[in-house]
Structures are given as C-alpha cells and as structure tokens.
C-alpha cells in the first residue's frame, strides 16, 4: 500500500535520513523505532504527506503522493498526533464526530450514516459507555482510545499514529495495541512510532530502526533484535532482547 524510494530528510547541516527504502504491506503493522530526535516523527510525515523530503518519492498504492489531491488524501488515510489538545465541553461523541468532516459536505451536516459510523466507531474501541462523557474528564488510555476512535470514524484503511501508548500505563498501553492489532487483521494498514520497544516487538510485522545519522535497519521483530543498530540504540549492554522483551541485566 505504501513505497518510499531513496527518501533522504535534512534539517540544516544534520541529515537524519539518507538513500532510504521502505515498502509498508496493506494490512500490517509497522512501528518506527529510535531515539528522541532520529527522525520518526519526520519520516511518518514525509510518508503521510504532510511534509516533502529533501529527495526521493512516496508512493500509495503505486500512485505518487504529492500527485494525489489533500483533499482525497482525507479519504485514503488518517493520523493521530501526540500534540492533539483536549477542549472543554466536548464530548466524547463530538472529538469522533470530527472523524466525519471529511463526508459531511460543505456544512459540516451529520446525516445518519456518518452517526452510524460514528456509532461503530466508539463501540470498536469499546468507549459506548463513555459516549456522551467530556474528553477533559477521560483518563489518558481512555482520550487517546476516543482519538482512535475519530480516526476509524475517516473509514480510511491507512493509519499514522504518532507515539500513541505515549504516558500510558503498561496496562493501558496494551489494551489500546490489542485495539490496534485487531484492526489490522481487519485489512487496516498501520504505521505508528513508540518508545515502546515490547509492545513495537510484540505486534509489529515489521520495524524500522532509525540511528538519527542517515542509517536505518528494516525488517520484522526477530531480525531487528539481533541487528547490531539495535545495541547501539540501547546504549548499554545491560539491556538485552529476549524474543521480544526487554531484559535488565543489573
């Protein structure tokens, strides 16, 4: 569903993504590793449009991004990012209705399919008896499942989710991943980036490893365990991956 060729990302003199490849299979999970300021947030954009890379080319289902229309691109995929503020008085019900701008028509007017897919929406990531409750009364798990929420409300198949289990606890962090792999085995495509090495381990089909110098390392979970970036980006030998977990050798 999604290829990038030969993508390079400058900021200034510091390149953080240099010469890179990357083909994202439609329904699967790939999560983006590294450290603060390795280019995972800068990547996710390039490849959800919302930003041009210095060099190379994205492309959705073998069309060229920057040729589709933004406004189509609202029918094709969707993004949560972690700097998405709560509003007083909004409800649950309202933050997903949100998800249906993109089918309302110039006046913005709720017909009854988009309450039905709104409906759906809610129930999927089991927040039904939280519908009418206001999102600055909802823990952290619970607002970013009514974020999750707005996103499926697009019914778009592709997914951009920006550090999603960011100041969740274990878990909540797991009960919004459980969410997320059952989408995927619902034909949903989804890219997200995490600190969260056992949960990116754990669910992923494939990780990208980015170093923040230009270099990344591809490939499913076990490969990535083993790859020498991956000591590197750990910046210890007392933490070690053990078919999947993170093991503290203290």
Do not use: C
């Amino acid at each position: 569903m999604i290829k990038a060729n030969d993508i390079s990302i400058s900021y200034g003199q510091k390149q953080v993504l240099k010469a890179f490849d990357l083909t994202v299979k439609a329904g699967s999970i790939t999560a983006l590793i590294g450290s603060n300021g390795s280019g995972k947030s800068s990547l996710m954009r390039v490849l959800n449009g919302l930003q041009v890379p210095n060099r190379g080319t994205v492309f959705w289902d073998q069309v060229q991004l920057e040729s589709i229309d933004r406004a189509a691109r609202v029918d094709l995929a969707g993004s949560i990012y972690s700097s998405f503020s709560r509003v007083e008085g909004f409800k649950v019900y309202d933050l997903v209705a949100l998800g249906r701008s993109g089918h309302t028509g110039f006046f913005g007017k709720l017909r009854s399919i988009d309450h039905v897919e709104i409906e759906k929406a809610i129930e999927k990531v089991g927040l039904s008896s939280l519908s009418s409750k206001e999102i600055s009364t909802l823990s952290d798990g619970e607002f970013r499942k009514a974020l999750l929420a707005k996103l499926l409300a697009q019914s778009t198949e592709l997914l951009f989710l920006d550090e999603p289990t960011a100041h969740l606890d274990l878990p909540a962090a797991l009960e919004f991943v459980e969410v997320l792999k059952e989408l995927a085995n619902q034909d949903k495509t989804i890219i997200f980036s995490t600190h969260h090495l056992p949960l990116a381990f754990k669910m992923a089909d494939q990780i990208v490893l980015l170093d923040g110098k230009g270099e990344s390392a591809i490939g499913p979970p076990e490969y990535i365990t083993t790859h020498p970036m991956i000591q590197d980006f750990l910046k210890t030998e007392k933490i070690k991956i053990v078919s999947g977990n993170l093991i503290l050798d203290i």
